[in-house]
């Protein structure tokens, strides 16, 4: 995908998180057993062919660097082109006023010097596979100045209200973005994902800051609708839309469902992710063991059913784990029950304690947090 680079958009939705983005962005929440959520946005854009990625980081940036470092596991380490971390700067209190178009008024020097002229933006929240080079090819075989992504989304349940709602004609060109209210048990969900020619987003960002009239780039979009070409294209694949802890949980577990494994981990191109040497996972005295996905390094001694197991995971013996997430280094002693709960890192439940959470409303552990039996 010449001539294109991506941009990876912080959607301060932390506060929604609690303790699990505590010390963490969102887009570096562990997912999937040994990954994070950015590793899944890097790489379907190098698989792809962007080889030019910038993040914009938000404050929390200290897992962020560890994690990501050069970009080396993404052959994101060029000299000239790869990956670009821009934490957030102080601004004049008009400008920081304008959302996400500050960030981008912050590093318009990035979108000047780019030899590239256009653009990929993502929000970091965002978890689907989209073929980048089908919606690229027709972003430029339409002459378009925006290109935004959409899924035609089943909604009876109401998980996705207040999700963007895009309004197309039939031709597929925008009419407006509005909220979803779940009038429809169809609806299309704007993924928040865009191509846009760079000579138009430095035009939105120049305007939008001399005249403070919007507040973010949607909204710049959604005002000058009438004034560029902008088009939509839509995927067809599997969707997740991270905005909660409920929503983190359900995508997690949803990676149990064979279609949506194969379709984000094989179809698509592989998942790169930071590399850590772990030995082989150990199964003692034939625990019961269904239906889940447990990472290397672990030691696994009791019942594990539906659940994510992260890497040097210990589950006890007589030791119980239900649909529930048990992140990195964490220990799950004898006799101990784990059910419908969200564990972060270095977690500790001690011999026969239980924890309970419900599947709607996950029960979440901190990190380094430990119960004991009579908590």
């Not at 999937?32 to 190098?46: E, K, T």
């Not at 973010?216 to 694949?237: M, P």
Request: proline letters at 3%.
């Amino acid at each position: 995908m010449d001539n294109c680079i991506g941009v990876i958009n912080n959607t301060n939705l932390e506060r929604n998180f609690g303790q699990l983005c505590k010390s963490r962005s969102l887009y570096m929440l562990p997912f999937g057993s040994r990954y994070r959520l950015v590793d899944f946005l890097i790489s379907n854009m190098v698989n792809n062919n962007i080889n030019t990625v910038a993040i914009y980081t938000g404050e929390k940036i200290r897992s962020t660097m560890d994690h990501l470092g050069s970009g080396r596991p993404w052959d994101l380490n060029s000299r000239f082109q790869g990956l670009f971390l821009y934490p957030p700067i102080t601004a004049p209190p008009i400008v920081s006023k304008l959302g996400d178009i500050a960030d981008f008024y912050s590093t318009r020097n990035f979108y000047e010097n780019s030899s590239s002229d256009n653009v990929f933006i993502t929000a970091s929240n965002t978890l689907a596979k989209v073929n980048l080079q089908e919606a690229y090819d027709y972003f430029q075989q339409t002459d378009a100045d925006i290109t935004l992504i959409y899924k035609e989304q089943n909604d009876e349940l109401g998980q996705f209200i207040n999700s963007d709602k895009l309004h197309i004609d039939d031709d597929g060109n925008l009419i407006n973005i509005g909220l979803n209210l779940g009038t429809e048990l169809k609806f299309n969900m704007y993924l928040n994902m865009l191509f846009i020619k760079k000579s138009v987003l430095l035009k939105l960002i120049n305007e939008t800051v001399e005249k403070g009239n919007v507040p973010g780039l949607k909204n710049a979009i959604i005002k000058n609708k009438d004034r560029f070409k902008i088009n939509t294209f839509e995927h067809k694949g599997y969707l997740a839309n991270i905005i909660d802890i409920d929503s983190y949980y359900r995508a997690n577990l949803d990676l149990l469902d064979r279609d949506i494994f194969k379709e984000l981990f094989i179809d698509t191109g592989r998942v790169m992710t930071k590399t850590k040497d772990e030995p082989s996972t150990t199964y003692r005295d034939f625990p019961t063991v269904k239906n889940s996905l447990i990472a290397n390094g672990c030691i696994i001694e009791g019942e594990v059913e539906n659940s994510i197991i992260f890497r040097g995971v210990k589950i006890g013996k007589n030791a119980t784990v239900k649909n529930s997430i048990v992140m990195q280094k964490s220990t799950i002693e004898d006799s101990s029950v784990v059910v419908n709960s969200i564990l972060d890192k270095y977690t500790l439940i001690e011999r026969g304690a239980t924890i309970v959470g419900a599947y709607a409303q996950p029960y979440v552990l901190g990190k380094y947090m430990k119960i004991g039996r009579d908590q």
